[in-house]
Nanobody
Framework: QVQPVESGGGSVQAGGSLRLSCRAS???????????FSWYRQSPGKQRELVAG???????NYADFVKGRFTISKDNAKKTVYLQMNGLEPEDTAVYYCNAKYSGNHYWGQGTQVTVSP
C-alpha cells in the first residue's frame, strides 16, 4: 500500500542513456537511513530480476549483465535513489521497479517502462 515512486523511464535508441529516480514514500522518509534500496526489472515472459542494490551504508552491488554500464546511487538529503543507465541495449527493455526494504518489509513502486530500440 505504501509505495516508492519511480520516474525517468522512456524510449531510447541503443547506446543511449536514461536516469531513473526513486522517491521515497512518506513512511520511508522517516527511516531512509535504515532502508536498503534495489532496482529490479521484468521483461515480458521473464521473471523479475535484480539489477542493482545499495545498502544503508552506501555499498553497492550489480547484476553481471549491467556491470560497467549502470550505476546506482542515493542522495540522503533528497532521500532519492537513482539508477544511471548508460550504453543501453535492446535487452535492457523492461519495466524497472524500485524496492525499498525496511524492518523486514518490502515496498515496491509501480514501475517505469524502459524501451530500447535497435
Amino acid at each position: 500500500q505504501v509505495q516508492p515512486v519511480e520516474s525517468g523511464g522512456g524510449s531510447v535508441q541503443a547506446g543511449g542513456s536514461l536516469r531513473l529516480s526513486c522517491r521515497a514514500s512518506r513512511s520511508i522518509l522517516s527511516t531512509f537511513w535504515a532502508t536498503d534500496f534495489s532496482w529490479y526489472r521484468q521483461s515480458p515472459g521473464k521473471q523479475r530480476e535484480l539489477v542493482a542494490g545499495i545498502s544503508t551504508g552506501g555499498s553497492t552491488n550489480y547484476a553481471d549483465f549491467v556491470k560497467g554500464r549502470f550505476t546506482i546511487s542515493k542522495d540522503n538529503a533528497k532521500k532519492t535513489v537513482y539508477l544511471q543507465m548508460n550504453g543501453l541495449e535492446p535487452e535492457d527493455t523492461a519495466v524497472y521497479y524500485c524496492n525499498a526494504k525496511y524492518s523486514g518489509n518490502h515496498y515496491w513502486g509501480q514501475g517505469t517502462q524502459v524501451t530500447v530500440s535497435p
